[in-house]
């Protein structure tokens, strides 16, 4: 274990914390995943991304972290209220497909993208379908405690009774007035004593294929339900972190800590983390406003909006070049310049590879100076586009040293080498998408290039011109660029 001072921000306190885990050494976090009745946008990539950072960066800690990311398949409805269709039965009706054939393709769909996007999978993947036992028994513990009731074979839970003991609100700052008021009546709804109360049971329509037979009806469980309970069964009563998208606060995320407060007396998450959400060209992404892009038209360009395709990595490194915390917006011409930015980060790992060391120059200490930043800032909430910083400003001595104005020692150099590929690979998760799976010809080739450099270096030392030029005019007809430095020559494609 490392001796870290890990804050993150706590969105129940409203500040940054000191993390520390209810069990030394380990951790367990639960994210909320998606609704599978969709291809995965830009909404799913960054809760993604930044738990996935958070889940490396734990485990490059050396915690060992079961993180537990559900997969919603049941009971969330349009609107994320309490009436509407199910989501996935809509889509199913839609495409005439059973629901189960729907949230299948659309997991699998989920799992391609997350795995282009580099996002490591979470240690358990919970099906709300596959926990509704458990979900019912959290709703007969809630009717137990006097925090719900029956209404014509739903259950509801009573807002205005928790109120009175506990607070609810808590976490998104609301209180009770004003969400009493902001919740519009609809049709229907009259089964409520209350506008502010949710579902925890609901009564299937006759023509609602997803039901599951209960003590009040035939029916399914309402959204809220399945994250308490997954929780719960998965990481125990009192687990480290619960994270997920801002959008997420309210309500759904109010009513999990209701629902379990009102079930096991007391809050089950210590710490409570929400990413920022995404905008594009300064609008929120809908499908109304003809900019709801998915994963992959991003990967393929086919899109109206788009002028380029963007690489996964992209995606991922565009993301993290903005703290987690603050809004990220999507345009082309931000996207081309993190394209262009990973792009520069690659090929200052590829340049240090290659640079020859000298017996003077930059030693390990330079890299320690820079892996200690990186970690102040890995350590400060999660700060990764000043970790991208730190990298950027290596790079540029890596440039440099290329250009022969500065060196790199061989002690020096292989430090820099590992903890920039710590950073960059381990931790940040990126990868270079050009060499990927090809890491061994893309070795082959560069010894190649190497050599033909060698049989030139020979060329010019005997005179042989002729010979020298050719091999320079040639590879440069190939597209590498040859520079000619004062310690040999040194190329880039
Ligand atoms: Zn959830």
């Not at 990413?275 to 499908?287: A, F, L, S, W």
């Amino acid at each position: 274990m490392k001796p870290h001072q890990l804050l993150i921000y706590n969105t129940l306190s409203r500040q940054k914390e000191r993390f520390r885990p209810l069990t030394e050494g380990r951790v367990g976090m639960y994210v909320c995943g998606p609704t599978v009745y969709g291809d995965p946008h830009l909404g799913h990539a960054r809760p993604a991304i930044t738990f996935d950072l958070l889940f490396r960066y734990l485990q490059h800690l050396g915690y060992k972290v079961r993180y537990v990311r559900n997969i919603t398949d049941v009971g969330h409805l349009e609107h994320d209220a309490d009436e509407g269709d199910d989501k996935i039965q809509k889509k199913a009706k839609l495409e005439a497909l059973e629901p189960m054939e729907v949230a299948q393709y659309y997991t699998n769909r989920y799992h391609e993208a997350m795995a282009a996007l580099g996002c490591l999978p979470p240690s358990i993947e919970p099906h709300a379908t596959g926990h509704i036992i458990e979900q019912e028994e959290l709703v007969k513990q809630i009717l137990r405690n006097g925090f719900a009731y029956e209404s014509n074979g739903s259950v509801y839970f009573d807002v205005e009774a928790y109120n009175q003991k506990h607070r609810y609100g808590i976490l998104s700052g609301r209180n009770l007035e004003d969400i009493k008021d902001k919740s519009r009546a609809l049709a229907g709804t009259d089964e409520k004593h209350n506008q502010a109360d949710f579902a925890l049971w609901k009564r299937a329509q006759p023509q609602h294929i997803m039901r599951w037979p209960s003590p009040w009806s035939d029916g399914f469980p309402g959204w809220h339900c399945e994250c308490t309970a997954m929780g719960r069964k998965y990481l125990g009563d009192h687990f480290d972190i619960h994270g997920g998208g801002m959008d997420l606060v309210f309500p759904h995320h109010e009513c999990e800590i209701a629902q379990a407060v009102a079930s096991q007396g007391e809050p089950m998450v210590k710490y409570w983390m929400h990413n920022n959400m995404i905008t594009i060209e300064g609008q929120k992404m809908g499908k109304s406003l003809g900019n709801f892009i998915t994963l992959f038209e991003f990967f393929t360009g086919q899109h109206a909006k788009l002028t380029a395709a963007y690489s996964p990595m992209t995606i991922r490194f565009f993301i993290l070049q903005a703290h987690y915390r603050s809004t990220v917006d999507f345009s082309n011409e931000a996207l081309a310049a993190s394209q262009k930015g990973l792009e520069r980060l690659l090929d200052g790992l590829k340049t240090l590879e290659r640079l020859a060391p000298k017996a003077e120059g930059l030693t390990e200490a330079y890299a320690e100076d820079v892996e200690k930043k990186c970690y102040e800032a890995m350590d400060d909430d999660l700060n990764s586009p000043i970790v991208i910083s730190h990298l950027f400003d290596a790079c540029r001595q890596i440039n440099q040293a290329a250009d022969g104005k500065v060196a790199f020692t061989a002690a020096g150099r292989e430090r820099l080498l590992q903890v920039m590929r710590t950073f960059a690979f381990d931790i940040l998760g990126l990868k270079d998408e050009a060499a990927d799976g090809n890491a061994a010809r893309e070795q082959a080739f560069s010894g190649a290039v190497d050599l033909l450099l060698d049989i030139r270096a020979k060329a010019k030392a005997a005179k042989d011109w002729a010979t020298s030029d050719q091999i320079r005019d040639r590879l440069a007809a190939l597209g590498f660029e040859v520079k000619d430095t004062k310690d040999g020559a040194t190329w880039k494609l």
